[in-house]
């Protein structure tokens, strides 16, 4: 099965946010790129989508790691969605890891360069819907 260039993407860049290497996980981003941090807050371009990206690591005492399961990718000329299983773990209030496995929506923009990157990063998927903001 052939596997899209975007999974590739994806893979290095939850490997640059488990290794805190921010500046890295920015090669991701488009510049005007969003990043659903929490439901009802969002970091807008990099600058802001880097603070946060830092912030939750420090959240959780530098103990989340991302992957991802299943992946589908959906291109229409320079645009794509992809939906993914998202897991996250992390210790969140406690002290042992605990893992959330989330139904992702990504987009993301075919550049100049022919390389990919995310213009919305949203974990949460549809699940957004039920979650109270924060």
Known sequence: MHTHPINAMIAAANDAINREDFDAAMDFYTDDATLVVVPGR??????????ALAALAEHFQHTLYVTQGDTIVIEAGDTALVIAQTNVRANMKSASPSLETRNA???????????????????????LLALPPV
């Open 42 to 51: 969002a970091a807008n371009g990099k600058t802001e989508i880097r603070k």
């Open 105 to 127: 929506n990504y987009v993301f923009r075919r550049g100049a360069d022919d390389k990919w990157r995310c213009m919305v990063d949203n974990s949460y998927g549809a699940a």
